[in-house]
C-alpha cells in the first residue's frame, strides 16, 4: 500500500508544494500549493480514508480541479 505522502510525490511535479500533516485526533491535513499562481487547497481526511487507494485517486482528481479552477 502506498502512503498518502508517496501518492502525492507521483500526482504532483515538483512545481507543487505538498504536505501531509498528521493530527492528535488522528486525521491527516493534506496541502497542496501550486506557487506559480498562488493556490492551495487543503483536505482533512482519516486514517482509514487514506488507506483506500480508490478514495486516495478520487481526492488527488478534486484537488488538481480545483487548483486549475481560475479565480
Known amino acids: 500500500m502506498k502512503t498518502l505522502s508517496r501518492h502525492l510525490a507521483e500526482n504532483f511535479t515538483s512545481q507543487y508544494r505538498t504536505r501531509v500533516e498528521p493530527q492528535d485526533d488522528g486525521t491527516l491535513v493534506v496541502r497542496v500549493c501550486y506557487p506559480i499562481n498562488g493556490t492551495e487547497t487543503t483536505r482533512l481526511v482519516s486514517d ?7 478514495l486516495v485517486e478520487t481526492l488527488l482528481e478534486d484537488i488538481r480541479n480545483e487548483l486549475s479552477r481560475p479565480r
Not at 482509514?48 to 480508490?54: H, K, V
Open 48 to 54: 482509514r480514508q487514506a488507506r483506500n487507494e480508490m
